[in-house]
């Protein structure tokens, strides 16, 4: 027939006409016409991370629990609606998906060092020194669990093995400023007046925009008698708050 042709097929893109602000929907957004779709195992992480940063963590959140409604066993995805869950106050739901993602996990130590933060902050100290030992045992090298571990036994008033553990962090991790910060404040708990304020030193040199080392190291020359020195550093500290 002379009117015959092609038939018309749908539209690639139509999505962004047809709902002008379906971009701000939660979910993966379609690819461009031409373009291979991103894999949902990334691009969930991907555009939840950019929601969260965006400060729309619910709708990252509703992201995520869609996306595990039918991926249940990626403990990756998990662990990152655990780590929002944490940062939007909910602990014991966060605790709960973390649990969920380690009975997956290939390699559970970033999991493990992250579920011991939470549980130290929580107050449950021996449950997240278990955690980090767990970590370390599985990976010697990974700085994180070493220093997690340390800020762990500090708060428990353990100064001796919290200075062990950040020195097993700085073995990984030399230039590491939080590292050696928390370093010198185990240090000084223990007396060690003169070797902590070495270590503060350094710490100030790596983050010199960090008032915390000065501070203490005001407080330690105070300790010490340093008047002079004491207050030139709590003017250092004062300088680092306003920069």
Known sequence: ?????????PVADE????????????????????????????????????LAALGRRLDALLLLRRYLDDAPRDAAVRGLLAELLDQEGEAEAALAEYALALAEAADPVELL???????????????AEQDLREAIRHRRDYAPAHFHLGVTLLRRGLGSDAAEAFQAALKCAPDDPESTYYLGEAQQTQGDLATALRTLERAAALAPSDPRSYKLMGRLLDRLGRTDDAMAMH????????H
Do not use: C, H, N
């Open 113 to 127: 060092v992250r579920r011991g933060d939470l549980l130290a902050r929580a107050g449950r100290s021996g449950e």
């Open 235 to 242: 003017k250092k500290a004062r300088e680092a708050t306003i």
């Open 15 to 50: 999505i962004s006409w047809l709902r002008p602000f379906g971009w701000d929907i939660p979910g993966p957004p379609p690819a461009p016409p031409g373009v291979e779709a991103e894999p949902e195992a990334i691009g969930v992480p991907r555009q939840a991370r950019e």
């Open 1 to 9: 027939m002379d009117l015959e042709g092609d038939a018309i097929g």
